[in-house]
């Protein structure tokens, strides 16, 4: 990995966190009732999670995996966050909330996998690649 890509990795990182932060600290606006509208915090993250999933499979697809850590460890890895997704699935455990905090589990490790599975394809469609035993042909 050349200098140059770890610079780029570094900064996309940053970018993807920065709009996780953005994205996560918007739509939950408390209406004159005092009832909440939109999504959750622990579900924004959810949503945020499959988003990254998308992308990291079509930056699969779709760059050279020269590029590749760009993308999808800087970018992608900012975006999405882990520690966040657990410790929401765990708060809501010790809360006694089980069903939410498996509902959030599986949404994220279910629809993530499918998001990325459904990147790799549509980046492939994209750029007019060939899909080969469900891997961009030359990946």
């Known amino acids: 990995m050349t200098p140059l890509v770890v610079t780029l990795t570094i900064a996309a990182g940053a970018g993807g966190a920065l709009l996780r932060y953005v994205l996560q600290s918007a739509g939950h606006r408390r209406r004159d009732d005092g009832r909440t509208r939109g999504l959750t915090p622990e579900w924004r993250i959810v949503v945020i999670n499959i988003v990254a999933s998308f992308l990291a ?3 699969f697809a779709v760059l050279p995996a020269a590029w590749e850590p760009v993308a999808i460890a800087g970018f992608c890895g900012g975006l999405s966050t882990w520690s966040t ?11 006694r909330r089980r069903l939410r905090a498996v509902a959030l ?14 990147g790799v394809y ?3 469609i994209l750029i007019g690649g060939i899909l080969v035993d469900g891997m961009p042909l030359g990946a």
């Open 105 to 118: 589990l599986a949404a994220t490790i279910g629809y993530g996998l499918l998001a990325a599975i459904a």
């Open 122 to 124: 549509v980046g492939a």
């Open 57 to 59: 499979g079509a930056a």
């Open 85 to 95: 997704f657990m410790l929401d699935a765990h708060g809501a455990w010790r809360a």
